[in-house]
């Protein structure tokens, strides 16, 4: 695989809009890492990563298998809580706010900080209940017609409305692979969060059903603050304004798409884009 | 990735090292389709061996069964006598239900056969009707007083051993025409039957084979009740032969002749019952009686509906199943509200909240050993701690809920656990990653997917206890009770251990309603698992 066929049409396409916006606002980073360790168990996962991360717009981490990408993502809604083995130093914010600081709570946190999984998980509820169910724990509507129109927006924004409208009420489970990944997007969208994860949201999905999403996750950058992480390098390509890359639990070189995919400092992304490893 | 691949190595694999010669390798195939034929042959067997234990098994209980489904009864015309029932004329309630309904139904049977003398053959008459005839009698009084003083017709139960005869073969018999023209003495009593010199050789011969010589102080041949019983059919009466000589015949009348006259060759018979009185439960007298009543066209069999609506009797005819599946019902209904909720929300704990560490560990591993515990061990807790400590009242379904909860917690928590652990994490990580909490996660979504897991895990858990006997000896469960439980602290007993019971009785019609009681076991048993993998089936998701 020649360097080549990164496409860096799309890059330089979305570059412009994202420094357009950058040079207009020049505001405070959205997500701050300070010197993150993630440990599980004895094994030391994630070392000392420090990154910022822009508010609205999309950034995307890359590595190889087994980096701590993933790791990384979970830890900015501190999904790894769940695991009894995991143990986070260091400091993250958001909005200059510590989010492993005690007294915040981490429903809060996850009602701010949405995810999108690798496999598509919708509820085996109806589509209704799947969009329904955040905004039902959160409290977030007074009657039925706000919660309707809640359901009905957060779909037009996953670009699921039209496919769906007329089968509200049939099970999340029953739509295809790409219907229930953009379900889950409308799922998250709907409690209305500040930064949307996706942990290689297209990976089980085909091209045709890829490429809907990622046009999403286009449409979706100018209100939210994105981060995916991403297999497929071409895809951080197409969707990512800045590209972080890490490597054996470093971030090695976090830059602007463009410069990580046209020139990047570090030899070690040199030869993962390149295809030398991973 | 053009760089890589030029780096890969370009040498092939080493060649195979030893050739293998074709016949051996023909031979290795050879064998390994044989030792596979020899698996499924094996396979095979061993289902067919297990299939036909079961068919054998199941036919020979559904065959014993059987009779005790249907019972007999007399269909007669009772006089509900107003001076026996109701004497003061008021219809009081307490007069009514200690009235003597015995003397009627009585008084009943003795009307279809008339003429019957003697206290043993009068007694042998009433006796064959059951004790219930009268209870039942009493039951229709009451429910209808206006029936005092009129005759009613209404069926009778028959006693257990006169039901077995109807339904066996206990009355085996062959009849022999008259072969010579036969003079009774008399109408009743003993009567000498004379005939033609050497009519009766060929009984006689008969008698000699079956090793009765000629008693030379009687100077005749003396039938006992260890041969089989002659009985003689004449003038519309019966007589039962206990002395015979080539000419006469001698012996007690058991049912009254109609006249002295001679009966014509051909016109009466000799009946020879198989089975010698001695080794049946039934007497001459009673079969004769009960031929008559039969002949009579007042015999009906119907469905034994009693079996299913009364409680345990000593009377066969008379017990049924009520008491002990109310028993039962009781009993399960305590012990599925005590371990649905302790084991599922113990299921629920351990699987998602508890912390994972030695104490946790201890539990685990001592769940799993409970699971393994022999029951009659929880029977004697439950006689240590709930009789002997908490006096908690004896032989009651509460006491046996309790003890088979015990019983039946770790296999729901471990069945729940399962059923928790197979629901999908995606589904868990997309709650919690919305926002929900850790407990809304669980309730909103791991329990809904696990229920049927849960349920299922739980109806055979309910069925283990359904057939479960030994724990419930140890409270007392194994006591004769007659009445219906209407509460969890009345006495009761279940289901299997009314088959127990029933099963240590010698009458033989309590061998057969052990069985029917079996049947209905199974029946639960079957429907209870039937209703699990229905609703697994019903339930199931595919990820």
């Known amino acids: ?278 | 990735m053009t760089d890589a691949t030029s780096t890969l190595p370009t040498q092939l694999p080493p060649a195979r090292r030893r050739a293998i010669p074709p016949d051996v390798a023909a031979a290795r195939v050879r064998r390994r389709y044989a030792s596979e034929r020899t698996f499924k042959a094996l396979g095979i067997g061993a289902l067919a061996l297990t299939a036909l234990f079961l068919v054998m098994l199941l036919t020979s209980i559904i065959v014993k069964s059987l009779p005790a489904f249907s019972e007999h009864r007399a269909v007669m015309s009772v006089l509900v006598d107003a001076a026996v029932v109701d004497p003061d004329g008021k219809r009081n309630a307490d007069t009514l239900r200690s009235a003597d309904y015995a003397s009627l139904t009585r008084a009943a049977i003795t009307t279809v056969i008339p003429g019957i003398e003697g206290r043993s053959a009068r007694k042998a008459l009433t006796g064959l009707l059951s004790s219930g005839a009268a209870d039942d009698l009493r039951a229709l009084v009451i429910a209808d007083p206006s029936i005092i003083g009129t005759t009613i017709k209404t069926p009778m139960l028959f006693s257990d051993d006169v039901d077995l005869y109807l339904k066996g073969d206990t009355g085996r018999y062959t009849t022999a025409a008259g072969v010579a023209e036969l003079t009774p003495s008399d109408v009743k009593g003993d009567i000498t039957l004379t005939a033609a010199d050497q009519s009766f050789a060929a009984l006689i011969a008969e008698l000699e084979r079956e090793g009765i010589s000629a008693d030379a102080e009687a100077g005749a041949h003396v039938l006992d009740g260890r041969i089989p019983s002659r009985v003689v059919y004449v003038n519309g009466g019966a007589v039962k032969v206990v002395k015979a000589t080539a000419n006469t015949l001698t012996g007690p009348v058991l049912l009254p002749l109609s006249s002295v006259s001679p009966a014509k060759t051909g016109s009466w018979n000799l009946t020879t019952y198989a089975q010698p009185e001695s080794r049946r439960r039934i007497s001459d007298q009673e079969i004769v009686f009960i031929d008559k009543i039969k002949s009579a066209g007042a015999i009906e069999r119907g469905f034994n509906w009693r079996f299913f609506t009364s409680g345990d009797s000593r009377e066969p005819e008379l017990a049924g199943i009520r008491g002990a599946l109310i028993g039962t019902a009781l009993t399960l209904f305590v012990t599925l509200i005590l371990c649905l909720p302790i084991g599922v929300l113990a299921a629920i704990y351990l699987e998602e909240f508890a912390p994972k560490n030695w104490l946790t560990d201890i539990i685990e591993v001592n769940i799993n050993n409970l699971a393994a515990v022999p029951s009659i061990v929880f029977g004697l807790l439950g006689l240590a701690v709930f009789l002997n400590y908490f006096n908690l009242p004896r032989s009651a379904p509460l006491v046996g809920g309790l003890v088979l909860a015990l019983l039946v917690l770790p296999t729901i928590i471990i069945s729940a656990r399962a059923a928790i652990k197979a629901v999908p994490p995606s589904i868990r990580e997309a709650a919690i990653g919305l926002g929900a909490s850790q407990q809304q996660a669980v309730f909103h979504h791991v329990l809904p997917l696990a229920m049927p897991g849960i349920m299922t895990g739980t109806i055979i858990g309910m069925a283990h206890a359904l057939g479960e006997t030994a724990p419930l000896l140890m409270i007392g469960m194994v006591a004769f009770i007659v009445d219906v439980p209407t509460n969890i602290s009345d006495a009761a007993t279940v289901l299997p251990v009314q088959i127990y019971l029933w099963s240590d009785l010698p009458e033989a019609a309590f061998q057969q309603r052990t069985a029917a009681a079996i049947v209905v076991l199974l029946g639960f048993l079957f429907a209870m698992n039937g209703a699990a993998i229905w609703l697994r089936n019903k339930f199931e998701r595919r990820w």
Not at chain 1, 39 to 45: E, T
Not at chain 1, 72 to 95: H, Q
Not at chain 1, 250 to 266: A, G, H, R
């Open chain 1, 1 to 278: 695989m020649e360097n080549s066929t990164v496409d860096l049409s799309a890059i330089e396409r979305v570059e412009a809009a994202r420094t357009a916006h950058l040079t207009a606002g020049a505001k405070p980073a959205k997500v701050l890492a300070r010197d993150v360790n993630v440990y599980y168990g004895d094994k030391h996962a994630l070392k000392a990563v420090n990154v910022e991360i822009p508010d609205r717009g999309v950034m995307a981490f890359i590595g190889p298998s087994g980096c701590g990408k993933s790791t990384f993502l979970r830890c900015i809604n501190r999904m790894n809580d769940t695991i009894a083995s995991c143990r986070v130093t260091g400091k993250i914010t958001i909005d200059d706010q510590d989010i492993y600081d005690r007294s915040l709570d981490v429903v809060q946190l996850r009602a701010r900080v949405g995810m999108v999984f690798q496999k598509p998980n919708p509820f085996p509820k109806s589509i209704y209940e799947n969009v329904a169910y955040g905004p039902r724990i959160h409290g977030l509507t007074a009657n039925k017609a706000e919660m309707d129109d809640v359901v009905q927006s957060s779909l037009e924004k996953a670009a699921l409305w039209n496919e769906v409208k007329d089968r509200l009420q049939d099970s999340g489970t029953g739509l295809s692979g790409g219907q229930q990944q953009r379900l889950c997007i409308a799922r998250a969208i709907a409690v209305n969060p500040d930064i949307i994860l996706m942990d290689e949201p297209c990976s089980a999905l085909d091209p045709i059903a890829t490429a809907k999403v990622e046009t999403l996750i286009d449409e979706l950058r100018s209100n939210f603050c994105i981060i995916i992480v991403t297999h497929s390098m071409q895809q951080a390509a197409r969707v990512s304004q800045r590209t972080a890359f890490f490597h054996l639990g470093t971030l090695v070189e976090e830059d602007s798409t463009k410069t990580i995919f046209s020139n990047p400092k570090d030899q070690r992304t040199q030869d993962y884009i390149t295809g030398r490893f991973g």
